[in-house]
C-alpha cells in the first residue's frame, strides 16, 4: 500500500498530511489559507494522488509558514508512501496550458532534491496571497521529497493562470512519476540499483 501519514508541529505551525499514491485524486485540503487549499486541490486532483490535510499556523504573522510547512509534510510523506521506489517510472515531465499562461514543469524522484525555478508572477498578490509563497512551497516539497524539479513558465501574464498551471503540471507529472512502470514493476529504477 503506498500510503503514508506524516505530522508536524512546530512553534509556527501544526500540519498532518495523508496521502495515497494509488487514488483517484480525492481531495480535502484546509490549511486556512485559501487560495493555497485551491492550489492543493488542483495538486491532487490532476496527480491522481488522495489527499488529506490539515494546517493551522501563525497566520496573525502572515502565510508563509504555513505554506511551506505543508510543503515539508508533504514531501516527507511522499518520500515514505514510495518506499524504496521500486517499479515507479522516476522521471516525467508536462507542458501545460491554462488561458494564457504555459508552465512546463519536468520531474525526477531521484532522492537529490534540487529545484530550477524559472517562474515570474507579474503581482505580488492573488486576492491575499503572497505570489512568492508558490516557490517557498516547490522548494519545500522538493527538498524533503527528495525530487529534482525544474519549472519554466513559457507564457502568462495572470498571476492566478501562472500559479495554477504550474500546480497543474507539477501535479501532472508527478502522476506519471509514480506510476508503476508495467515493463519494470520489480526494478529500482536506476543502474545503482537504490535511489
Known sequence: MRKAEISRTTAETK???????????????QTGVGFFDHMLDQLSR????????????????????TVEDTGIALG??????????????????CHLPMDDA??????????????????????????????????EFFQALSTHGGITLHVDQIHG????HIAEATFKAVARALREAVETDP?????????KGAL
Open 15 to 29: 500540519i498532518t498530511v495523508e496521502i495515497n499514491l494509488d487514488g483517484t485524486g480525492v481531495y480535502d485540503n
Open 46 to 65: 490532476h496527480s491522481l494522488i488522495d489527499m488529506t490535510i490539515r494546517a493551522k499556523g501563525d497566520y496573525h504573522i502572515d502565510d508563509h509558514h
Open 76 to 93: 516527507q510523506a511522499l518520500t515514505q508512501a514510495l518506499g524504496d521506489k521500486r517499479g515507479i517510472r522516476r522521471y516525467a515531465a
Open 102 to 135: 504555459q508552465v512546463r514543469a519536468a520531474l525526477d524522484l531521484s532522492a537529490r532534491p534540487y529545484l530550477i525555478w524559472n517562474v515570474e508572477m507579474p503581482t505580488p498578490k492573488i486576492g491575499t496571497f503572497d505570489t512568492e509563497l508558490v516557490r
Open 157 to 160: 501574464f495572470n498571476s492566478h
Open 183 to 191: 515493463r519494470k514493476a520489480d526494478a529500482v529504477p536506476s543502474t
